[in-house]
């Protein structure tokens, strides 16, 4: 499975970003998906998953509960991840992810930086 993600910018504090990723390969909508982040002098955290085929379950990372959500659409084989309210400290690469299982990924894109202002 090969990653493409977009939609990473520059937006003020308050604002909103929608990122993509466009999955190639084997049947994506069979994996997991989601978006873990990487903050400057930071690890790798958890953003948000949602499970395969219908997508009926998603989970999110406590920091950004109330502002993210996560979709998917199989017919496009995309994932999306809207950001509402973003704040300076949800400056980040984001990365999305794919796997057989929620939170444990099998195949990484790469990432699409994110930058608020504040």
């Known amino acids: 499975v090969q990653l493409q993600a977009s939609g990473g910018g520059l937006v003020q504090a308050g604002g909103s970003l929608r990122l993509s990723c466009v999955a190639s390969?084997?049947?994506?909508?069979?994996?997991?998906m989601g978006w873990f982040r990487q903050a400057p002098g930071k690890e790798r955290e958890f953003v948000a998953v949602?499970?395969?085929?219908?997508?009926?379950?998603?989970d999110y990372a406590d920091s950004v509960k109330g502002r993210f959500t996560i979709s998917r659409d199989n017919a496009k084989n995309t994932v999306y991840l809207q950001m509402n309210s973003l704040k300076p400290e949800d400056t980040a690469v984001y990365y999305c992810?794919?796997?057989?299982?929620?939170?444990?990924?099998?195949?990484w894109g790469q990432g699409t930086l994110v930058t608020v202002s504040s």
């Open positions: 390969g084997r049947t994506s909508s069979s994996y997991a």
């Open positions: 949602i499970s395969s085929w219908s997508g009926g379950v998603t």
């Open positions: 992810v794919a796997g057989s299982r929620m939170y444990i990924p099998d195949y």
